[in-house]
Nanobody, 117 residues
Framework: QVQLVESGGGLVQAGGPLSLSCKAS????????MVWYRQAPGKQRELVAT???????NYADSVKGRFTISRDNAENTVYLQMNSLKPEDTAVYYC???????????WGQGTQVTVSS
């Protein structure tokens, strides 16, 4: 059974940094994609950034140049470094994993990020 546990959320002032992490436990396979999504109140969940097991990354236009996704395959952990945060970045941030070969998908429980103006 795979579990994803996020940590690192909190309250930060606009312009400040915050770092999130998501550790996967269990057998996640060698080939997978780890993703950060976010959902603001009253809005649909949106993709923030993705990183494949080989290291290729993709970002939403709204966070390009401000957020950096990275991963430690040995630790089955994905990180999201968020800089120059804006109040519109306020949301619950979710970690998501898709195992390429099995097709199984998993979600974390979410961590709240609040950016004050």
């Amino acid at each position: 059974q795979v579990q994803l546990v996020e940590s690192g959320g909190g309250l930060v002032q606009a312009g400040g940094p915050l770092s999130l992490s998501c550790k996967a436990s269990g057998s996640i396979g060698i080939f997978n994609v780890m993703v950060w999504y976010r959902q603001a109140p009253g809005k649909q969940r949106e993709l923030v950034a993705t990183i494949a097991s080989g290291g290729s990354t993709n970002y939403a236009d709204s966070v390009k140049g401000r957020f950096t996704i990275s991963r430690d395959n040995a630790e089955n952990t994905v990180y999201l470094q968020m800089n120059s945060l804006k109040p519109e970045d306020t949301a619950v941030y979710y970690c998501y994993l898709r195992a390429i070969i099995s097709g199984y998908t998993y979600w974390g429980q979410g961590t709240q990020v609040t950016v004050s103006s």
